[in-house]
């Protein structure tokens, strides 16, 4: 059974930080490009970053760039993402996802696999 299973949501205040990670089983994604997504109440589902299979490219959300950071640790199945400078509209349940295909890039569609998510709220 494929899982991916974030963790490290929580409350922070509006210029404060979160780091979330995102660890993966059942399946090796170290080939397969990676990333994040939120759903703030309301709202549809927004990419946030991607990931290659390497972590040498990447790819934001204008919204985030510049305060969040994406990275990965095939060693370890797992994908990280560092928010900064976290706003009160940054508030949504952040999903970690996973592409199918092999060496596939990390622009926002072609995501097959998802977690169930974690809450991250910025109050101001």
């Known amino acids: 059974q494929v899982q991916l299973i974030e963790s490290g949501g929580g409350l922070v205040q509006a210029g404060g930080s979160l780091r979330l990670s995102c660890a993966t089983s059942g399946r090796t994604f170290s080939n397969n490009a990676m990333g994040w997504f939120r759903q703030a109440p309301g709202k549809e589902r927004e990419f946030v970053v991607g990931?290659?299979?390497?972590?040498?490219?990447?790819y934001y959300a204008d919204s985030v760039k510049g305060r969040f950071t994406i990275s990965r640790d095939n060693a370890k199945n797992t994908v990280h993402l560092q928010m900064n400078s976290l706003k009160p509209e940054d508030t949504a349940v952040y999903y970690c996802a996973a592409k199918g295909a092999k060496w596939s890039m990390p622009f926002p569609t072609g995501y097959d696999y998802w977690g169930q998510g974690t809450q991250v709220t910025v109050s101001s």
């Open positions: 990931i290659s299979w390497s972590g040498s490219s990447t």
